[in-house]
């Protein structure tokens, strides 16, 4: 049985693949005018608002929104700091905070791969984190982007889990980068994406349409940000989006 559903999932996952592929050229050119034309640039984020609807409407995927605080307010720009379970977890997060725009910060691997290259070069921000010197200069392209008015997607774990949704320690870079900017922090977790899309490479992974669920934190205002240092905003953070994932097993 646990085969079949393996094959099944991996059928699924085949499509969405085809769906991603064939909707990203698409929207490729007009991306990429808008990329070059600076003054244009932020009608790229209109635009994979659009994408990412498209691709959820395709893919059959919902998007449960939980503020576990009533009072909650982010202020534009800010840190957006999330878990990272599934691929899932970077197109769906247009469509579901498409209010405030954002570039994301990633692993600078991303640049292998020909399509995504210069999309993701000219529009986010790529981090070399094995070159000091790149790395920080990058942190710098961050405080300029957010001057601009662009809030920042960080995944702080720097990668997906082995064993997901159970978090790995986080690394400082976006708490270093929020009290640099003196912009505040969103904590969210994605509670189930790992079990809608899990990593093509696991054949037997789930991956199935469904109701994504995310969880949005109380903002950690930019006083905060100030008065708090850099490890104290990464337990901070790393408490909240863990308060409503899974246990880690005890060995």
């Not at 646990?2 to 085949?14: A, H």
């Not at 050119?29 to 209109?46: E, N």
């Not at 405030?100 to 020909?114: A, C, D, Q, R, T």
């Not at 790395?135 to 809030?151: C, D, F, P, V």
């Amino acid at each position: 049985m646990r085969l079949i559903i393996g094959i099944v999932s991996y059928c699924w996952k085949f499509y969405i693949g085809i769906v991603f592929i064939t909707t990203l050229l698409l929207f490729y050119p007009f991306l990429v005018f808008f990329i070059y034309t600076s003054s244009l640039k932020h009608h790229t984020f209109k635009i994979n608002i659009i994408w990412s609807r498209i691709v959820r409407i395709l893919c059959f995927y919902a998007v449960e929104l939980e503020d576990v605080s009533s009072s909650n307010k982010a202020i534009a720009p800010y840190i957006l700091c999330a878990n990272h379970t599934s691929y899932l977890d970077i197109f769906l997060l247009y469509s579901t905070f498409p209010e405030n725009k954002f570039l994301f910060m990633g692993k600078s691997e991303i640049l292998s791969y020909p399509l995504l290259k210069s999309f993701f070069k000219n529009l986010n921000i790529p981090v070399f984190r094995r070159d000091r010197l790149k790395a920080a200069k990058s942190l710098i392209q961050a405080r300029n982007e957010i001057a601009k008015g662009w809030s920042i997607v960080i995944f702080p774990e720097g990668g997906i889990p082995y064993k997901t949704p159970y978090l790995m320690e986080f690394k400082d870079g976006a708490f270093k980068l929020a009290k640099s900017a003196k912009v505040g922090i969103l904590p969210i977790t994605f509670k189930n994406n790992y079990h809608l899309f899990s990593d093509p490479e696991d054949f037997l992974g789930w991956a199935h349409p469904g109701l994504a669920k995310v969880v949005v934190h109380p903002f950690i205002y930019n006083e905060q940000v100030e008065n708090t240092d850099e490890k104290e905003l990464n337990k901070m953070t790393f408490t909240a989006i863990n308060s409503v994932l899974p246990s880690l097993p005890t060995p």
